[in-house]
């Protein structure tokens, strides 16, 4: 089972465009974290937010966290085609299934 | 500072067969998680070690068993191999977990591509 899922599972846009991605989680949780992938790589860490916090940035990332509704948001402004991978969620060790993104030159 | 390694990166495997895999922590962590990726799909946690002690399972059989050695590095021993064992399989270091911040970062290694065939 899925701690996590993420919505969309794939999203493409332009070089320049925001893109934002969401989570969704069944149990309370301590923290919730994001990370990113590429093309079959290991993952990358990108951001942890506790329970207690209700947003948090790091350099073009912002997540926010609403734990009444036990969900999240991942948003990269001014995409780069570099962007390209699979984001996900991830609570306790369990991750969602991940969002595909393509950021298009 | 020496990031997450894993040994080897592809591996062909036949049905009913053994495989071992390895992977080396990064310095300082001694917390190794196991997960197995499927195509398509989001890592499944297998198990984690901490201290050399099976710490946390995840929802796979134990024909999937692990081990920690002193200097923290782990091995992932899958049996009696299935077609659907076909995966990514990453390793992931991280430093132990505290009472306000029970799970931490974590720093994968790149991934064995196990095929089962």
């Known amino acids: 089972s899925q701690q996590g899922e993420e919505d969309p599972q794939a999203l493409s846009i332009q070089e320049g465009e925001n893109a934002t991605m969401n989570c969704s989680y069944k149990?309370?949780?301590?923290?919730l974290q994001w990370y990113r992938q590429n093309s079959g790589r290991g993952l990358v860490h990108l951001i942890l937010?506790?329970?207690?916090?209700r947003e948090k940035h790091s350099g073009r990332l912002r997540v926010t966290l609403d734990t009444s509704k036990k969900s999240s948001s991942l948003l990269i402004t001014a995409s780069r085609a570099a962007d390209t991978a699979s984001y996900f969620c991830?609570?306790?060790?369990?991750f969602g299934g991940g969002t595909r993104l393509m950021v298009k030159p | 500072e020496t990031g997450v390694t894993q040994s080897p990166t592809h591996l062909i495997k036949t049905r009913g067969q053994q495989v071992t895999l390895r992977c080396s922590s990064q310095?300082?962590?001694?917390?190794v998680s196991w997960y197995q990726q499927a195509l398509g799909q989001g890592p499944q946690f297998i198990f984690q070690?901490?201290?050399?002690?099976?710490?946390g399972r995840g929802n796979f059989p134990p024909r999937f068993s692990g081990l920690q050695f002193p200097n923290y590095s782990s091995e992932l021993n899958v049996n009696a191999l299935e077609l659907d064992d076909s995966a990514l399989y990453l390793c992931?270091?991280?430093?132990?977990?505290?009472?306000?911040?029970?799970?931490?970062?974590?720093?994968f290694g790149p991934g064995t591509r196990l095929t089962v065939l």
């Open positions: 992931a270091s991280s430093s132990p977990g505290t009472s306000n911040l029970p799970y931490n970062e974590q720093f």
């Open positions: 149990t309370s949780i301590n923290n």
């Open positions: 937010i506790r329970s207690n916090e």
């Open positions: 991830a609570s306790m060790l369990t």
């Open positions: 310095s300082g962590h001694n917390t």
């Open positions: 070690y901490y201290r050399e002690e099976e710490n």
